[in-house]
Nanobody, 126 residues
Framework: QVQLVESGGGLVQAGGSLRLSCAAS????????MGWFRQAPGKEREFVAA????????KYADSVKGRFTISRDNAKNTVYLQMNSLKPEDTAVYYC???????????????????WGQGTQVTVSS
């Protein structure tokens, strides 16, 4: 089992920045690819960003490319999502997820991830 706890969400004005953190425990963090997803009210959960176990490969949704940056610190068992130039359409509950993988492949479907955090709310006001 892997336990994931997100933090760092909040209310921010459009154009502002937030950094989300996801702390992992329970298994060897460096054995897992990590992803960030988000879900707005009435919408399906969607892929935001992902990073391989060694941070050698990253992937982003087109909607956040150039504004968001995913990173990880395996010594701290933590993955981050730096979000800049936030827009009202970024408003959602943000979830981190873990997928056991030592490959370069990064999944974009929620079904490809085994463990999930409880989510943190991000609200961007216009």
């Amino acid at each position: 089992q892997v336990q994931l706890v997100e933090s760092g969400g909040g209310l921010v004005q459009a154009g502002g920045s937030l950094r989300l953190s996801c702390a992992a425990s329970g298994r060897t963090f460096s054995h897992y690819a990590m992803g960030w997803f988000r879900q707005a009210p009435g919408k399906e959960r969607e892929f935001v960003a992902a990073i391989t176990w060694n941070a050698g490969n990253t992937k982003y949704a087109d909607s956040v490319k150039g504004r968001f940056t995913i990173s990880r610190d395996n010594a701290k068992n933590t993955v981050y999502l730096q979000m800049n130039s936030l827009k009202p359409e970024d408003t959602a509950v943000y979830y981190c997820a873990a997928r056991y993988s030592s490959s370069w492949y990064l999944g974009v479907s929620p079904n490809e991830y085994e463990y999930w955090g409880q989510g943190t709310q991000v609200t961007v006001s216009s």
